[in-house]
């Protein structure tokens, strides 16, 4: 069975709000199957430890609050943001991983949302 990949293009908006250091985010990803138990726990851990490479650094930009499982075929996750590029925009960065993560085990995005919280 082929990977099908998803196009981060027609699934990511980016922010039309500026954000910054402190803002809480809510990361609403429905995918076209449900998430099974080894994918949840490998989850927890890639949201949780989530770097990106940025002038010979890795850039850990947000904090993992929660995560939630409970919604079949659902995934929401809370993040802090802990720094703030102006010129990198790291949620798509993000997305990109989580993307090609789930692609890889034949799990398809339907939506993703990000919605600032309070």
């Avoid at 429905?30 to 430890?49: M, R, V």
């Avoid at 770097?51 to 079949?72: M, N």
């Avoid at 720094?83 to 949620?91: A, G, S, Y």
């Amino acid at each position: 069975m082929a990977v099908v990949w998803d196009d981060i293009d027609k699934l990511y908006s980016p922010f039309t709000v500026s954000i910054s250091k402190g803002t809480q985010i809510l990361v609403c990803i429905k995918c076209n199957k449900a998430i099974d138990q080894i994918n949840k726990k490998l989850l927890g851990s890639f949201f949780d430890g989530w770097t990106f490479p940025s002038k010979g650094k890795y850039i850990k930009p947000f904090k993992l609050v929660s995560i939630d499982f409970s919604k079949e075929n659902e995934i929401e996750a809370k993040i802090i943001l802990k720094r703030k590029d102006q010129e990198i925009d790291e949620l798509r960065l993000f997305c990109q991983d989580v993307l090609d993560v789930l692609n890889t085990d034949h799990i398809n995005i339907c939506s993703w949302e990000n919605r600032i919280l309070g």
